[in-house]
């Protein structure tokens, strides 16, 4: 039986109103964290749907652990679809998890996150009162296993960089303060032709692989003029782990944020005559200069002040070897054009003429 012309009218009235209320896509890779995947599940267990609906994939980077038996337990509970990608890395498996994609928006998140019941309730509204917008962020609190050491503090290193954290007033922003636990795209990004770099992000298998995944990302699409707005209210929570608090764990970090820096950002960071391999004398002056620093301050005991200069002497580290690593690609896609041949490059252009992977 037909709906009454009231009613009718009503529906049609209400699906021109709200626009994008339609299905959208909620993605996460994961890799051998089952025990932690057990309780981001049931976080996503009590979430509220959109009226439209939504789907959660979950793309296992193969996983030698529990995680596909812990995925199973979840099918009758949340609306999940889960793909197996045994290619090593995070961007790997996302490229994988985007034939998957439905709705017109795709939120994007970690398998350490745990979200707010309203979350996509509030990343829907925000994709539905701002069009002109393609890409958005929300605000990442932390979720600390233990109260922090005394030397770990905001003076010594930025908690955005060191643990994804952010928080800050709704409105247009910067493509660089949303955070891969938090960001949601439209999904027509994707349907014309944007791809995550697979030579960037964790792997599984490199534990200093360059970081910067999520922003070289959202780099390339504010380069081909897409808009960002940051949603307040769309809130998750991001775990944090013991190790995470360990002084080797965050110099690793300090590294790979160097090393993705390089190959993420313009050179002109490191302004100046190249005397190697990309490197200009005053990258290599500063490298020096933290080296000698972080050597004497490694004596001292641990303190806000001596994280500092042993972070800047592993960033400058990562940079440097960074640019080390772009200008030899570099060369060797150089003379790989001029030969003919194929070698080591750098992200080629996206599909669609939208901007560079």
């Not at 954290?165 to 949601?184: E, H, K, T, W, Y």
């Not at 200069?309 to 054009?337: H, I, N, V, Y």
């Amino acid at each position: 039986m037909l709906p009454g012309r009231d009613v009718f009218l009503a529906i049609c009235f209400r699906s021109e109103k709200i626009g994008l209320l339609i299905m959208l896509t909620v993605a996460f890779a994961t890799r051998n964290r089952a025990e932690q995947l057990a309780i981001v599940m049931e976080a996503f267990a009590g979430l509220v749907s959109p009226p439209g609906g939504w789907k959660l994939v979950v793309a296992d980077n193969g996983s030698t652990d529990g995680t596909q038996a812990l995925l199973k337990q979840y099918r009758e509970r949340l609306p999940l679809e889960t793909l197996f990608e045994p290619r090593a890395g995070k961007n790997t498996a996302l490229n994988r998890a985007i034939a998957s994609f439905e709705g017109d928006l795709v939120v994007l998140t970690d398998d350490d996150v745990l979200p707010e019941p309203d979350w996509l309730l509030r990343l829907e509204a925000a994709a539905e009162a701002h069009p002109e917008a393609s890409l958005f962020g929300g605000t990442i609190l932390p979720s600390w296993p233990e109260a922090l050491p005394p030397w770990l503090d905001e003076a010594a290193v930025d908690f955005g960089m060191l643990f994804a954290l952010v928080s800050r007033q709704s409105g247009p922003c910067d493509f660089r303060v949303i955070f891969g636990p938090n960001m949601a795209v439209r999904r027509t990004v994707f349907a014309r032709g944007h791809r995550f770099d697979e030579s960037i992000g964790p792997d599984g298998k490199n534990p200093r692989s360059a970081m910067g995944s999520e922003t070289e990302f959202n780099r390339r699409l504010a380069d081909a003029g897409h808009r960002a707005y940051f949603v307040a209210d769309a809130r998750v929570r991001h775990i944090i782990r013991p190790e995470q608090f360990e002084e080797t764990w965050i110099l690793n970090r300090a590294f790979r944020n160097g090393l993705g820096t390089a190959r993420t950002n313009p050179p002109a960071l490191t302004r100046g005559t190249p005397i190697t391999a990309g490197q200009s004398w005053q990258l290599l002056a500063r490298v020096t200069v933290f080296r000698l620093a972080a050597r004497a301050a490694a004596r001292l005991p641990p303190s806000s002040s001596r994280l500092r200069l042993m972070f800047k002497d592993r960033w400058f580290a990562g940079l440097a070897e960074g640019m080390r690593l772009r200008a030899l690609e570099l060369e060797a896609a150089t003379r790989g054009s001029r030969s003919g041949t194929t070698g080591p490059t750098l992200p080629a252009p996206t599909p669609g003429g939208l901007g560079r992977s």
